[in-house]
């Protein structure tokens, strides 16, 4: 099945460790997005490429960063993660305009 | 700007209709959408209405929307316990940006 996978489900990391968190998708949209979404809280755009143009939400933090090697692969690096980084992160894509397909999220905790 | 509200909580007994209730402030939304977020999950695409619809039924769903008082809702018929989730509406005008509410815990007694 066509799907939006992220790896890993579950992610631990030190403060001010750098940490990935990638995202593939078969589906061959081509708009990839990043949200990042905290305990009850809705999801909140952090970034989207539309091919492979960059689109950077005004409010992202400079510790976010993003990387999208081919259509299939996005990732998301937090250059120095703390403690109010944890979070559920999630991936998504899009065809065109298209509705969002969104992966089961990573969960960062950060120690 | 997008503001997006929902009520936190609903709870229903099983069997009867949930409706989940949202308001949105962007009259030039082109999409409105219902997602549905279990435990530890991504965000399930339940349903979605296009602007210049008042009404759209899929099965157990119904979504009304009511575009001079900017208000959208979601009906589920015949609730059951797995539909216990948190429900987000949001919004968008098609240039991938979706605004979300802030969720709806439905919980559904046995």
């Known amino acids: 099945d066509a799907m939006v996978i992220q790896n890993p489900r579950y992610q631990v990391t030190q403060f001010g460790k750098p940490v990935t968190l990638s995202c593939s998708q078969t589906?061959?949209?081509?708009?990839m997005y990043w949200y990042q979404q905290k305990s009850s809280q809705a999801p909140k755009l952090l970034f989207h490429y539309y091919d492979k143009d960059f689109n950077n939400e005004a409010d992202t933090p400079d510790n976010f960063q993003s990387r999208r090697p081919n259509t299939s692969f996005c990732f998301l690096d937090i250059r120095s993660p703390g403690l109010g980084d944890a979070a559920m992160y999630l991936c998504?894509?899009?065809?065109?305009?298209?509705?969002?397909?969104f992966g089961p999220g990573t969960r960062l905790l950060v120690l | 700007g997008e503001d997006v509200e929902q009520s936190l909580f609903l709870s229903v007994r099983e069997g009867d209709s949930s409706v989940i209730n949202c308001t949105y402030t962007?009259?030039?939304?082109?999409?409105l959408y219902w997602y549905k977020q279990e435990p530890g999950a991504g965000l399930q695409l339940l349903t979605y209405?296009?602007?210049?619809?008042d009404m759209k039924q899929d099965q157990r769903l119904t979504v009304l929307l009511n575009k001079k008082d900017k208000h959208l809702s979601l009906r589920i018929a015949d609730t059951q316990t797995g539909d216990s989730a948190i429900y987000f509406c949001a919004e968008s005008k098609g240039a991938n940006n979706l605004f979300f509410g802030t969720g709806t815990r439905l919980t559904v007694i046995p």
């Open positions: 589906l061959n949209h081509n708009v």
């Open positions: 998504a894509t899009s065809h065109e305009q298209g509705h969002d397909h």
């Open positions: 962007d009259s030039s939304s082109t999409y």
């Open positions: 209405i296009f602007s210049n619809m």
